[in-house]
């Protein structure tokens, strides 16, 4: 569902970026090893750095 938001067409970068951080250290806290976290997690930290995939809508 985390990355879902992250695809959808939102235009309100600084709210999804305080949920998406908050999901993305409850998904590192519970589910270590889960490929769908790393995946997760470099997403969220693209999007920080302002590196943005041509897939991300912002």
Sequence with gaps: MGTAVLE???KS???LLLV???LDKELRS???RE???RDFHER???IKQGTGK???PF
């Design 54 to 56: 041509a897939e991300l």
């Design 8 to 10: 959808a067409d939102r």
């Design 35 to 37: 490929a769908a976290t």
């Design 20 to 22: 998406a951080d908050v």
């Design 44 to 46: 969220v930290t693209t």
């Design 30 to 32: 519970r589910y270590p």
């Design 13 to 15: 970068l600084p709210s």
